[in-house]
């Protein structure tokens, strides 16, 4: 995992196989950004191949948390996610914040 920052976001970087050791240590870098007020993130995971039910757990987490907070939060999603996500029925959950590429997102956004 990369975190990096863009304008006003902390983007978190996945790739690989996001399993529930990747799935925690994420949660624990989102609750230290919010501990310093820092609540607007990019869960980007387009190099991402797999993703276990921890690890969407973890970017819901994160999700929840930047709006409890008046943040705003989004996601970048691969094929393989996207299928994911719909098959479990949770593509709704990311209806309003959900982006097919980086470079979509950022048009969208103007950043």
């Known amino acids: 995992m ?8 902390y983007v978190f970087s996945l790739s690989g196989c996001i399993r529930w050791t990747e799935a925690r240590c994420l949660e624990k870098e989102v609750e230290k950004l919010v501990k310093r007020d820092e609540v607007n993130f990019i869960f980007d995971l387009e190099r991402v191949k ?3 039910s921890g690890g969407i757990g973890a970017i819901v ?3 929840k948390l930047a709006n409890s907070k008046r ?5 970048v999603s691969a094929d393989c996610i ?18 097919r590429s980086f470079e979509e997102l ?5 950043i």
């Open 61 to 63: 987490y994160g999700m």
């Open 82 to 99: 996207d299928y994911t996500l719909k098959t479990i029925g949770l593509d709704v959950v990311f209806e309003n914040c959900y982006f």
């Open 106 to 110: 950022k048009r969208e956004l103007k």
């Open 71 to 75: 943040g705003e939060a989004y996601l």
């Open 2 to 9: 990369k975190i990096s920052k863009l304008d006003r976001f």
């Open 50 to 52: 797999l993703i276990c």
